[in-house]
């Protein structure tokens, strides 16, 4: 499974963003695709997550409302649309994506590569 995580860059607090993941290897139909995120000095924490068979979504209590987590079948990516930054949005944010569907104390097998997003104020 390799994950390559896009879309990171510099934004004024209220602003928007989008992520995304192109994700490749086997046919990801029983998986799980997630977002996490670590800013400096903190843990590595959940951010959102979708099962690829059901679609059902999964975000965390501080982005619920403002962040939306979708997959493009056809592309084989997972995206996530951050509206409403706040500068404690602030971190690298990683794409992660594990075999089995999700449950809140799963921590994912497979994990690309970071993605900076800054959000100034």
């Known amino acids: 499974v390799q994950l390559q995580a896009s879309g990171g860059g510099s934004v004024q607090s209220g602003g928007s963003l989008r992520l995304s993941c192109a994700a490749s290897g086997p046919t990801f139909s029983r998986y799980s695709l997630y977002w996490f995120r670590q800013a400096p000095g903190k843990e590595r924490e959940f951010v959102a997550a979708i099962n690829w068979s059901d679609r059902n979504t999964y975000y965390a209590d501080f982005v619920k409302g403002r962040f939306t987590i979708s997959i493009d079948n056809r592309k084989n990516m997972v995206d996530l649309q951050m509206n409403n930054l706040k500068s404690e949005d602030t971190a690298v944010y990683y794409c992660?994506?594990?075999?089995?569907?999700?449950?809140?104390?799963?921590?994912?097998?497979?994990w690309g590569r970071g993605t900076q997003v800054t959000v100034s104020s």
């Open positions: 992660a994506a594990d075999p089995r569907k999700y449950y809140s104390s799963l921590y994912p097998v497979y």
